[in-house]
C-alpha cells in the first residue's frame, strides 16, 4: 500500500513537473515564434502559452522599439571633402516570423545595412547639403532602409545623422570661407546705401533747382552750419545764383 502511494506521488510529481516545463509566460511587448520537430507552426502570445519540451521550440521576439547607433562611417561627398558621419537608427520587428526566418540575425543585418546605405546616400551630396538638408537626408536614409528591411518583417521609423566631422584643415577652410562671405555682404549693403543716398540727393537737387530762393536758403543754411562758434575765417565762393536777382533790380 505505501509502495503504491509512493508510485502515485512520483507520477504526480512527474507529471507536476512536466506541466511547469511547458508553461511560458510571455510580457506583452514579446511574441514566441514556435517550432515543432523544426518547422514553423505559429507565433503565439503575450501571456501563458505551452511549448512541448524536446517536440518545440520557442524564440522569443521583442516588439519594441529599438536604438541601434551607427557607427561613425567615412565618407567622401560629392565635392570630394572627407567627413566622418554618424547616425542612429529606430526601428522594431511588426512580423516575428519573417524576423526570424527570413534573416539570421535581424540586429545585425539592419546594422550592416545602416552603415552601407549612410555611406551611399550621403556620398550623393555635397558637404553643404550634409549640413544644412539634415531632415531630408535623414528621410532619404529611412526610406531606403525600410524599404529593404521589409522582407525581414522590420518596420524603421526614423533615422538621425548625429555627427558630421571634419578635419581641421576643412574647418579652417570653413571659417575663412564664411569670413570672405561676411565681408562680401557688408560691401554690398555698403553700396546699396550708397546708391540710396546718391538717388536722395539727386531727388533734393532736382527739387532745390526747381526754386532758385529754395537754393539760396539751403546755402545760407549750410554756411551757417560750417561757421558755427568759430572765430576763425571762412572765405567761400558767391553763387551767381543768389546775387542774379539783385543785378536784375538794378538793371529794371
Known amino acids: 500500500m505505501k509502495m503504491t502511494i509512493q508510485i502515485i506521488a512520483t507520477m504526480l510529481v512527474l507529471v507536476l513537473a512536466g506541466v511547469l516545463a511547458c508553461i511560458r509566460i510571455l510580457p506583452e511587448y514579446t511574441r514566441g515564434v514556435i517550432f515543432t520537430l523544426g518547422r514553423f507552426t505559429g507565433v503565439k502570445g503575450p501571456g501563458l502559452i505551452l511549448v512541448i519540451p524536446g517536440i518545440q521550440v520557442m524564440v522569443r521576439v521583442d516588439l519594441r522599439v529599438q536604438v541601434m ?26 512580423d516575428p516570423e519573417k524576423s526570424i526566418i527570413q534573416v539570421e540575425d535581424y540586429r545585425i543585418a539592419t546594422s550592416q545595412l545602416a552603415q552601407t546605405t549612410l555611406r551611399s546616400v ?24 525600410d524599404a529593404q528591411t521589409d522582407a525581414w518583417g522590420i518596420k524603421v521609423s ?14 579652417r577652410a570653413i571659417a575663412r570661407q564664411a569670413e570672405a562671405e561676411r565681408a562680401r555682404r557688408a560691401k554690398v549693403i ?9 538717388e536722395k540727393l539727386m531727388e533734393a537737387a532736382r527739387i532745390l ?13 549750410t554756411l551757417t552750419a560750417v561757421a558755427g562758434d ?4 571762412i572765405v567761400f565762393p558767391l553763387p551767381v545764383d543768389l546775387i542774379e536777382p539783385l543785378f536784375k533790380k538794378l538793371e529794371s
Open 69 to 94: 547607433d551607427v557607427p561613425s562611417q567615412d565618407v567622401i561627398s560629392r565635392d570630394n571633402v572627407s567627413v566622418k558621419v554618424n547616425a542612429v537608427v529606430y526601428f522594431r520587428v511588426i
Open 122 to 145: 550621403l556620398g550623393q551630396h555635397e558637404l553643404d547639403e550634409m549640413l544644412a538638408e539634415r531632415d531630408k537626408l535623414n528621410d532619404d536614409i529611412r526610406r531606403i532602409l
Open 158 to 171: 526614423n533615422v538621425e545623422i548625429k555627427h558630421v566631422d571634419l578635419d581641421e584643415s576643412m574647418i
Open 190 to 198: 555698403h553700396a546699396e546705401g550708397e546708391q540710396q543716398a546718391a
Open 209 to 221: 533747382s526747381a526754386q532758385p530762393q529754395a537754393m539760396q536758403l539751403r546755402f545760407l543754411e
Open 230 to 233: 568759430r572765430t576763425s575765417t
